[in-house]
């Protein structure tokens, strides 16, 4: 994905996500790392194609994860405050 992503084929980028993103919901559950830093990766895509409301839901759901798996003072959680923030 991203390979796609930096040619700027964001269609397709977003659905191997996507297909990421229910592979690791399976292997490791919505509250994980790793299903945070998928919901990360595809709001960084709807930011580049200017779906900036559906890119701020998923940046959410990401920041909610990395407050709960990592809490407030993480350097992870500090980055999705970032991301949030440049889509406001």
């Known amino acids: 994905a991203t ?11 977003l659905w ?3 297909q990421d993103l229910q592979a690791t919901k399976v ?3 919505e509250e994980h790392a790793s299903t945070a830093a998928v919901y990360g ?3 960084l895509v709807f930011g580049n194609m200017g779906e ?6 998923m940046n959410e759901k990401a920041l ?3 407050l709960v798996t990592l809490g407030e003072q993480h350097p ?8 949030i ?4």
Do not use: H
């Open 41 to 43: 990766q595809i709001g």
């Open 16 to 18: 191997l996500l996507e």
């Open 52 to 57: 900036l409301d559906r890119a701020l839901q």
């Open 76 to 83: 992870d959680t500090a980055s999705y405050y970032n991301n």
């Open 3 to 13: 390979s796609l992503f930096l040619q700027g084929d964001y269609v397709n980028a």
């Open 85 to 88: 923030r440049t889509q406001l």
């Open 27 to 29: 292997k490791f559950g």
């Open 64 to 66: 909610k994860i990395r």
